[in-house]
């Protein structure tokens, strides 16, 4: 029994081999039953099945972003956009229509703002936002690990001149920055940024389903249909079951839980009692909604110049920053033994050289000692492997998962931090593949853009958004950037049996093209826009 044939289609399924590519595709329920030609398809049909004419629209297999923080996303798209901004006058436009819009005292929250590309050549301040929004609170987070607050935000956080900086004996501690006189420029780095977030009121659970539902329908317009949520607390897990069961959830979500690097070192007392008394690991769940794992956040971002880069590496005119952890290095292999043996796949988050090579040695070491193939462990951004590093990821099946759309927007702030020699070099996706290693687009969302196509634009040309060239020779084919946000990604968390392929007994999620969208040159690959999208069966998106 079919319930539904696509015919008159160009179907990207390379593992079908040589010859005249398939045209149809009938689907039964939620699973893919045949792949063929039309003929072929069509002859499956029955009285009831639907049966679709694509006309000539290209078909791929529903895209996965492997880390993708979908409800912070969903909350961000309903806050200020601040991605496009070049100037602080631009930031200060948006500001101001969001306080046009908002409710006496009311906060105003935004995101998206990157120094390294601000004609200013300078971070705002709380000064420029007091101009605009003299009476409401007001926070903006930079893309990355930063953030400014104006002066009615830092009054009911309770900053003043005499607040001090957290103890810079706790790992990451951060800091406010201050005017020559000692007074706050609303500034804020690494964890001190909690110093004023703590003042925001808490989301509830109602609005985190809103955000949850709000990031689905742009992420089908986009072509996702799976993604992994990195990081998350009890309360926000709590709002994707709900949002499960009120079908609120229309993408598949794999939920990675907050581990250690995510609150200060006091703190993390609890966590092994809260991570444990969770009682099942990765892979629990179904098919919409499961757990898939942990995340680790050893270090910091290159950009803001904190991730941890090998001893004799410095920052840009900074020859004794050599960057920070966010983990102790001693203690990793015991944690990651501790995530492992508790039967959760681990997501590690790092940029620098250093903390990318402590990761994996520890994954090798635990590997080796207790395999469990169906755990994948990995590392995210992964930008500067080393030879080593490269050949124990090889060996032990670590996948790279690669932020791909940094390169374009967020490559000047690695130039500022590190060169333009050094930077160049980041995210090596031809020496993964060429390793053997699986490799994954991700977009970190909201930290850059959540559209698949333009990380795909990304791997394909390596130019930041000047025009500044990357190492031409990591550059990607199409074909192999395309590979990274299905079959790659589907093997980076383990779901390679039912996700990243149009095949039977696959999933149903499938992606319509425009005619000729792959075919177009590297540079324009970001602006592949959708006709549909299906999710098991089911189109969620749908402007043809």
Same mark, same amino acid.
């Given at each position: 029994?079919?319930?539904?044939?696509?015919?008159?289609?160009?179907?990207?399924?390379?593992?079908?081999?040589?010859?005249?590519?398939?045209?149809?595709?009938?689907?039964?329920?939620?699973?893919?039953?045949?792949?063929?030609?039309?003929?072929?398809?069509?002859?499956?049909?029955?009285?009831?099945?639907?049966?679709?004419?694509?006309?000539?629209?290209?078909?791929?297999?529903?895209?996965?972003?492997?880390?993708?923080?979908?409800?912070?996303?969903?909350?961000?798209?309903?806050?200020?956009?601040?991605?496009?901004?070049?100037?602080?006058?631009?930031?200060?436009?948006?500001?101001?229509?969001?306080?046009?819009?908002?409710?006496?005292?009311?906060?105003?929250?935004?995101?998206?703002?990157?120094?390294?590309?601000?004609?200013?050549?300078?971070?705002?301040?709380?000064?420029?936002?007091?101009?605009?929004?003299?009476?409401?609170?007001?926070?903006?987070?930079?893309?990355?690990?930063?953030?400014?607050?104006?002066?009615?935000?830092?009054?009911?956080?309770?900053?003043?001149?005499?607040?001090?900086?957290?103890?810079?004996?706790?790992? &990451?501690?951060?800091?406010?920055?201050?005017?020559?006189?000692? *007074?706050?420029?609303?500034?804020?780095?690494?964890?001190?940024?909690?110093?004023?977030?703590?003042?925001?009121?808490?989301?509830?659970?109602?609005?985190?389903?809103?955000?949850?539902?709000?990031?689905?329908?742009?992420?089908?317009?986009?072509?996702?249909? /799976?993604?992994?949520?990195?990081?998350?607390?009890?309360?926000?897990?709590?709002? &994707?079951?709900?949002?499960?069961?009120?079908?609120?959830?229309?993408?598949?979500?794999?939920?990675?839980?907050?581990?250690?690097?995510?609150?200060?070192?006091?703190?993390?007392?609890?966590?092994?009692?809260?991570?444990?008394?969770?009682?099942?690991?990765?892979?629990?769940?179904?098919?919409?909604?499961?757990?898939?794992?942990?995340?680790?956040?050893?270090?910091?971002?290159?950009?803001?110049?904190?991730?941890?880069?090998?001893?004799?590496?410095?920052?840009?005119?900074?020859?004794?920053?050599?960057?920070?952890?966010?983990?102790?290095?001693? /203690?990793?292999?015991?944690?990651?033994?501790?995530?492992?043996?508790?039967?959760?796949?681990?997501?590690?988050?790092?940029?620098?050289?250093?903390?990318?090579?402590?990761?994996?040695?520890? &994954?090798?070491?635990?590997?080796?000692?207790?395999?469990?193939?169906?755990?994948?462990?990995?590392?995210?951004?992964?930008?500067?492997?080393?030879?080593?590093?490269?050949?124990?990821?090889?060996?032990?099946?670590?996948?790279?998962?690669?932020?791909?759309?940094?390169?374009?927007?967020?490559? *000047?702030?690695?130039?500022?931090?590190?060169? *333009?020699?050094?930077?160049?070099?980041?995210?090596?996706?031809?020496?993964?593949?060429?390793?053997?290693? /699986?490799?994954?687009?991700?977009?970190?969302?909201?930290?850059?853009?959540?559209?698949?196509?333009?990380?795909?634009?990304?791997?394909?040309?390596?130019?930041?958004?000047?025009?500044?060239?990357?190492?031409?020779?990591?550059?990607?084919?199409?074909?192999?950037?395309?590979?990274? &946000?299905? /079959?790659?990604?589907?093997?980076?968390?383990?779901?390679?049996?039912?996700?990243?392929?149009?095949?039977?007994?696959?999933?149903?999620?499938?992606?319509?093209?425009?005619?000729?969208?792959?075919?177009?040159?590297?540079? *324009?690959?970001?602006?592949?826009?959708?006709?549909?999208?299906?999710?098991?069966?089911?189109?969620?998106?749908?402007?043809?």
């Amino acid at each position: 029994m079919v319930d539904h044939v696509l015919t008159n289609a160009r179907v990207h399924a390379p593992e079908v081999g040589s010859g005249p590519g398939p045209t149809a595709v009938a689907i039964r329920r939620d699973r893919i039953v045949a792949v063929g030609s039309d003929d072929d398809i069509r002859g499956l049909a029955r009285p009831g099945t639907r049966v679709e004419d694509l006309r000539g629209a290209t078909v791929i297999p529903g895209l996965i972003d492997a880390h993708n923080h979908l409800l912070a996303t969903g909350q961000v798209l309903g806050q200020v956009s601040l991605y496009g901004c070049r100037d602080i006058a631009a930031i200060l436009a948006r500001v101001a229509e969001a306080v046009g819009r908002a409710a006496p005292g009311e906060w105003v929250l935004g995101r998206g703002w990157d120094e390294s590309l601000l004609a200013d050549g300078r971070h705002p301040t709380r000064h420029d936002l007091d101009r605009v929004a003299p009476d409401h609170p007001v926070v903006l987070h930079r893309v990355w690990n930063k953030l400014v607050a104006n002066s009615a935000a830092l009054r009911l956080a309770g900053i003043t001149a005499a607040t001090p900086d957290p103890p810079r004996d706790v790992p &990451y501690a951060g800091w406010m920055e201050r005017d020559a006189a000692g *007074e706050p420029t609303g500034l804020f780095h690494d964890r001190a940024k909690a110093m004023v977030t703590g003042a925001i009121p808490a989301a509830t659970t109602a609005e985190m389903v809103a955000a949850i539902g709000r990031a689905c329908r742009a992420y089908h317009a986009v072509g996702l249909t /799976t993604v992994v949520d990195p990081g998350l607390t009890p309360d926000e897990v709590r709002a &994707y079951d709900r949002a499960a069961r009120e079908s609120t959830l229309t993408i598949r979500a794999d939920l990675l839980l907050a581990a250690w690097g995510f609150v200060p070192a006091e703190d993390e007392a609890g966590l092994r009692d809260r991570i444990g008394a969770v009682g099942f690991g990765t892979g629990f769940g179904d098919a919409r909604l499961r757990l898939g794992g942990a995340k680790l956040m050893p270090d910091g971002g290159i950009g803001d110049r904190t991730a941890k880069l090998h001893p004799d590496e410095h920052y840009r005119d900074e020859p004794d920053n050599h960057g920070t952890w966010v983990i102790p290095p001693e /203690t990793i292999p015991e944690i990651v033994r501790w995530l492992h043996d508790h039967d959760l796949a681990i997501d590690s988050h790092t940029c620098g050289g250093l903390t990318q090579e402590t990761i994996v040695r520890a &994954y090798a070491a635990v590997m080796r000692d207790a395999p469990k193939p169906h755990l994948r462990h990995r590392v995210h951004h992964a930008y500067f492997p080393t030879l080593d590093t490269l050949g124990l990821m090889a060996e032990h099946g670590i996948a790279a998962l690669v932020s791909a759309p940094f390169i374009r927007n967020l490559g *000047e702030s690695f130039v500022a931090s590190l060169g *333009e020699d050094r930077a160049g070099a980041v995210m090596p996706a031809r020496a993964y593949l060429d390793a053997g290693i /699986t490799l994954a687009g991700t977009s970190d969302s909201p930290v850059d853009d959540f559209n698949p196509f333009v990380g795909c634009q990304a791997l394909t040309t390596r130019q930041t958004i000047t025009g500044r060239q990357f190492d031409p020779g990591q550059a990607l084919t199409t074909a192999e950037a395309l590979d990274a &946000y299905t /079959t790659g990604a589907a093997r980076a968390i383990g779901r390679e049996d039912d996700l990243g392929r149009i095949a039977p007994d696959y999933l149903a999620d499938l992606v319509v093209l425009k005619p000729g969208s792959l075919d177009r040159e590297p540079d *324009e690959l970001g602006s592949i826009a959708p006709l549909a999208t299906m999710v098991g069966g089911e189109w969620v998106f749908d402007r043809r």
